[in-house]
């Protein structure tokens, strides 16, 4: 009877585990566990005020654009701290500080409401927590806060010369880092241009590999501020890759080049614009495994394009029949979000456009709130999640019929993308780290 009951409280802990660990996420770098900005959390709310479901607000050093990453009741993020540069670990029951790390210094502000060196979002396995900010700082902490390595990738793979500073997010995949560095001199009559990629063991900082992307970029189409992500479905597995005119895919081993897909930059006949010198990538890729498809954005006024991935994969001279869709739009500055057959892209304005994921047919394109918009959305339980440069905050219902469920004027900037994790919303303004619970 004993050894009967001893087996049913083991079944019921192991079960309890089971279903705890299929309703909490852990959100281990920008785009959440599966690098697509989707949560399979439930109850999540989607109505709040000032006085209303705030579990707890945190106030910040310091102004900052990179989007929290969470591991169970820990919350890293990096922000300024007048001219610092600094990592917090917040607890995520209740919002105390538990410590605070200056990496360095040199914090620079790029313009007006456009972020600042506190840009690129950290990232975490639970163990350690890796930062990188827009001046070329790249560290690793383990959750103690104590320093494990760090370095400046201009010392490493050459000067970064970029407009507003390196805002790429590195990408964290097993045992390793990898980087998009591509950059060059903003010159009409200067052909020299720096592109890298590089693959960093993550626990030591030290060098895998580093490969030089050439392009035909000119101007300040050299820059790119999107990042990289990894694509991972059966069969296939590649780092991919977005600036300079183009997107690329590259063997993991190696960093060599498996595919390109150009003609993003007129004249051509996706983009029958003229070339313009000021087409550089903000907005990073949407990808699709299940799909077999990446959602590729542009720049300024340039098209959307979905890729068909296996025909990318061979031959690059037919590159022009992975095109599966062209749509007009591009939302410029935030990731596509893709969730049961639809594309989401959101404007800087605020109108937010669906499409239809095989056809690229459009759903609709609705106006919701009338500010500039640089997050990019997350997605949770039939909800979609965005905020302003101003501070309104707007809930989404997914699906074929728009329905904007709330717009909550939070009245801090918010240029991070909304995190979910164990039951909490968690939205990082200007000025404070906000944890929400139904």
């Known amino acids: 009877m004993k050894k009967n009951l001893v087996t049913s409280l083991a079944f019921g802990g192991l079960l309890f585990a089971a279903i705890s660990s299929t309703q909490a996420d852990n959100w281990p770098q920008w785009r959440g566990p ?19 479901k705030i579990a707890w607000r945190t106030p910040l050093p310091g102004q900052a654009g990179a989007t929290p990453c969470v591991w169970n009741d ?9 001219d610092d540069l600094a990592l917090l670990c917040i607890d995520a029951k209740d919002g ?55 370095m400046d990738v201009g010392d490493r793979f050459g000067r970064l010369d970029i407009q507003f500073g390196m805002t790429s997010t590195p990408v ?19 052909d020299t241009r720096t592109g890298k990629i590089v693959k960093l063991t993550k626990n030591t900082g030290e060098t895998v590999w580093e490969i030089d992307r050439a392009t035909d970029a000119k101007f300040e189409c050299k820059h790119s501020y999107a990042s990289p992500f990894i694509y991972s479905s059966t069969g296939k597995r590649f780092l991919v890759v977005h600036g300079a005119d183009c997107i690329t895919g590259h063997a993991l081993d190696n960093g060599a080049e498996l595919w390109r897909f150009g003609m993003l930059n007129g004249p051509t006949e996706i983009n029958p614009k003229q070339t313009d010198p000021t087409f550089r990538f903000v907005a990073s890729p949407g990808l699709v495994p299940s799909a077999d498809a990446i959602i590729v954005p542009t720049a300024k006024e340039g098209p959307t394009v979905s890729l068909r991935v296996s025909s990318l994969m061979g031959d690059s001279s037919k590159s022009k029949e992975a095109l599966r869709w062209n749509s007009p739009r591009t939302p ?26 095989e056809s690229g047919k459009e759903v609709y394109f609705s106006r919701t709130y009338s500010g500039q918009h640089r997050t990019s959305p997350t997605y949770a339980d039939g909800h979609i999640y965005f905020g302003s440069n101003d ?43 906000y944890a929400i619970r139904n």
Not at 34 to 52: A, F, L, R, V
Not at 408 to 431: C, H, K, P, Q
Request: glycine letters at 10%; charged letters at 20%; a negative charge.
């Open 391 to 433: 501070g309104h905050f707007t809930v989404v219902r997914a699906g074929k019929e728009f329905e904007m469920v709330s717009s909550i004027d939070m009245g801090e900037a918010i240029t991070a993308s909304a995190v979910i994790s164990n039951g909490t919303l968690f939205i990082r303004s200007y000025e404070a780290l």
């Open 332 to 357: 410029d500055v935030s990731i596509p979000l893709v969730v049961d057959g639809l594309v989401y892209l959101l404007n800087r304005d605020g109108r937010l456009q669906c499409l239809e994921l």
């Open 34 to 52: 599966s690098n697509d900005g989707i949560s399979t959390e439930k109850n999540i709310p989607t109505q709040w005020s000032k006085s209303e």
């Open 172 to 190: 964290l995949d097993g045992d390793h880092l990898y980087l998009q560095l591509i950059h060059g001199k903003m010159k009409m009559d200067d």
């Open 96 to 150: 105390k500080v538990l410590w605070q790390k200056k990496v360095g210094t040199g914090n620079t502000d790029a313009r007006a409401g456009e972020g600042n060196s506190a840009s690129p979002s950290p990232c975490t396995d639970g163990k350690h927590v890796w930062v990188f900010f827009g001046t070329g700082l790249l560290a690793c902490y383990d959750i103690q806060g104590q320093e494990i390595w760090k």
């Open 74 to 82: 820990r919350v890293f993020l990096t922000s300024s701290d007048g």
